[in-house]
Structure formats: C-alpha cells, structure tokens
C-alpha cells in the first residue's frame, strides 16, 4: 500500500509539474517557477519514497527522500505563496536567499554522516535514528517556516480580499488550499491510529499534492493570472483599453 501510494503521489506531482512548467514557459510568473520547482521536488521525494519502500532503503534513497521532502519541497511552496502575494522585489530576494540556503541544505544532505544504517529500519526510517542535529534541524526550520508562511498567506490573503470580489476571492481560496494541502501532509501521525504510520504517511502525501494542486488551479483562473498568460502587446492595449473605458 505505502510503495503503491508512493507511486501514485510521484505521476501526480510529475504530471503537475509539467503543467506548471508549461505554464512558467509561457507567462513567467515567479510563482508559477517557484511551483513547478516545488511540484518537482515533491515528485522526487515521493520516487524515493516509492524506491525504498518497493526494493529496500539505502543511504543514497534515504538522503534523497529526506532532503527533498522533509527538508527544501515546503520552503519553495512558500516561496510560490509570497511571489502570488507579494511584491516582485521582495519575493526576487526571498528567491535569491533561498536558492543559496537550498544549496547549503542539498551539500549538508550528500555529506552528513548517517548514525545508523538505514537498510535495518522497520518501515520508512526516522530521522531521529539516523541523522546528527543539523540535518533534522534544516528540516525543522525549513517546513516550520515555510508552513508558517504558506498559512499567513491564506489569512493574509482572505483579509485583503475582505471586501473584493472576483479575483481576490478566487487568490484567497488557492492560498487555503494550498495551506490545507500542507497541512494535510503533515497529519499523517493523525491517522497512524486508524491506518498505521507508514500507511498514514502515504495517505496524506497524496492527499496533500492533490489539494495544493487544487489551489494552483484557482489561482491560474484569477484574471490577473490570466493577463499574465497574454502576450506583451495584447496586455498593453488590454491596459490601455481598460483606462479608456474607465475615463468614459
């Protein structure tokens, strides 16, 4: 079941990714780039999940599952909340800061000694039994922060779009939703009583990515989003346009 799920959560991302990507092609929006980053490394994590649990966990697997997963995929879904959100200067910097940390996290990863085995685990091993402080310390900050992150967005965002309509409503639902996805990957000990732990895991890694897709989805039918899919010249007549019909 859990190796199955696994497989399941990796076409999901892989195939949302894409569409993403696509997306990141045509309108270069900093989110849609920070999304299909985050979507990618969902997709690796939830393979190397798959991997281990399918033919055995090794160092290698682990590091990779670990790394993508617990430490850097919540991160640069925050990063996508404060591009949508956020000014373009703040979230170019946020982006600049965060490839360096990124960078520092995968070098930790590939080079941190391991304090056990992880072929001997029982079930999809732990970082507390195989990893020095650092390690589950990236982890720690990385998911806190950007949970906390992708969480203020959707207050932040339902409260700006108090009183709109339209679009605005349309960001507040895609930032819950996407919160809720976060959440929802991170409840796998509520369930462990119902489904067992690495079953609950699972359950949750799939529910979470197609949540948060969810809310990517919303938020590419905002028409600011849209806009953004338009060719240069046809925003600017649309922009010019819309200030003549205003001034009429």
């Known amino acids: 079941m859990v190796a199955g799920l696994a497989f399941l959560a990796t076409a ?3 195939v949302f990714a894409q569409a ?4 990141f092609a045509r309108t270069r929006a900093a989110h849609q780039g920070a999304w299909t980053v985050a979507l990618s ?4 994590a ?3 999940l798959a991997t281990g649990e399918s033919t055995g966990w090794d ?3 682990y590091r990779a599952f670990y790394c993508f997963g617990a430490v850097l995929n919540v991160p640069w879904l925050a990063l996508g909340t404060v591009s949508l959100l956020g000014g373009r200067r703040a979230a170019r910097a946020i982006a600049a800061a965060l ?5 520092f996290a995968v070098g930790v990863m590939v080079t941190t000694p391991l304090r056990a085995p992880v072929e001997a685990a029982a079930g999809i091993p732990e970082g507390r039994d195989h990893f020095d402080a650092l390690p589950r310390v990236l982890a720690g900050v990385g998911s806190g922060v950007g949970a906390v992150v992708v969480l203020g967005g959707a207050v932040w965002s339902a409260v700006r779009a108090r009183r709109r309509r339209g679009g605005a409503a349309r960001l507040v639902v895609a930032n819950v939703l996407i919160a809720t996805g976060v959440v929802a990957n991170s409840s796998g000990g509520l369930l462990q009583g119902f489904v067992g732990h690495d079953e609950a895991f699972a359950v949750a890694l799939v529910t979470g990515i197609l949540v948060i897709y969810a809310g990517f989805l919303v938020a590419a039918s905002s028409p ?7 060719p240069a010249k046809l925003r600017g007549s649309a922009s010019t346009n819309s200030t003549r019909l205003g001034s009429l």
């Open 59 to 61: 160092a290698g697997t």
């Open 224 to 230: 600011s989003e849209r806009r953004s899919s338009l």
């Open 46 to 48: 939830s393979a190397a």
């Open 20 to 23: 993403t990507g696509v997306r």
């Open 12 to 14: 999901v991302a892989t």
């Open 99 to 103: 490839l360096v940390c990124s960078g």
């Open 41 to 44: 490394m969902y997709a690796l």
